[in-house]
């Protein structure tokens, strides 16, 4: 009886449920566009494929709208295709890669739609497009987005009617201070021991943050680094050179994970 279960009983039956629940609400979703193919819920007496979805799965109209347009976008795309009418995959993780999806990639991202979150993929997904866009080129030495001091737009400003080419006086600081922050984790590695736990030292974390800042080291992202992630398998390595390390939001180091178990699966082939 319900009553009698514990806690953690009443808990994990839940859980086991739930999924369970989600799974064959996917799959149910799956079978729509050849539902609507057939014309089966007129057939069978519902006056539209979305009276239909929410007799019997409870699903808005907007649910079901996605999941036929998916469908209409997976054609060609047999990998996806699967995932998506197996249950496994929920039409939202896939929804969030299809304007990146082509036949070429599509085996790869059914790959990693498997074991990204929905919120990662999103992103994923996004760096994706980015890399495709072309950025208009434009003078934004003072853009508002820098965030530059009064007094340092004057000192700029006064240097440039001096006629001191500014872009190049800004381009070797920026030279300078990554030859710096270079040489300074060639001496921390160096001062590494040979035999590492898993606990990064103090003295790498500080190199990274005066590399990094607190964001994510990830061009573009401008969220906080959560996880310092080995570029080098630490299994493999064991070292915590921050010449191979890097700070990362949540999001880019799943995804860098998932990139490094795909590399993984291709060697072992």
């Not at 606990?199 to 959560?226: D, F, T, W």
């Not at 050179?241 to 993984?264: G, K, N, T, W, Y």
């Amino acid at each position: 009886m319900i009553h009698e279960l514990s806690d953690r009983e009443l808990l994990e039956r839940c859980v086991r449920f739930g999924k369970e629940a989600l799974v064959w609400r996917n799959k149910f979703r799956a079978l729509l566009p050849e539902v609507e193919k057939r014309k089966l819920y007129l057939k069978k007496g519902y006056p539209s494929i979305y009276v239909f979805g929410k007799i019997l799965a409870g699903l808005s109209e907007e649910q079901v709208s996605e999941s036929l347009n998916i469908a209409l976008r997976l054609e060609g795309k047999p990998a996806l295709r699967d995932l998506l009418e197996s249950g496994e995959v929920s039409v939202n993780k896939i929804a969030k890669i299809m304007s990146i999806a082509t036949v070429e990639n599509e085996r790869e991202l059914a790959a990693k739609v498997q074991i990204m979150s929905t919120r990662t993929l999103e992103v994923f997904s996004r760096d994706v497009r980015n890399l495709h866009v072309k950025k208009p080129e434009s003078n934004l030495l003072f853009a508002q987005e820098l965030h530059l001091d009064e007094d340092v737009q004057s000192r700029l400003l006064e240097l440039e009617r001096k006629g001191i080419y500014i872009n190049q006086l800004l381009r070797e600081a920026l030279d300078r201070r990554e030859k710096e922050i270079t040489q300074a984790k060639e001496r921390v590695a160096e001062s590494l021991p040979e035999q590492s736990s898993r606990y990064i030292p103090v003295r790498v974390r500080n190199i990274l943050k005066k590399e990094y800042g607190q964001k994510c080291a990830k061009n573009g992202c401008s969220k906080m680094s959560k996880n310092i992630h080995h570029m080098r398998r630490w299994a493999l390595d064991e070292s915590h050179d921050p010449s191979f390390l890097a700070p990362l939001c949540l999001e880019h180091h799943q995804i860098a994970h998932a990139i490094d178990v795909r590399v993984q699966e291709m060697r072992r082939r």
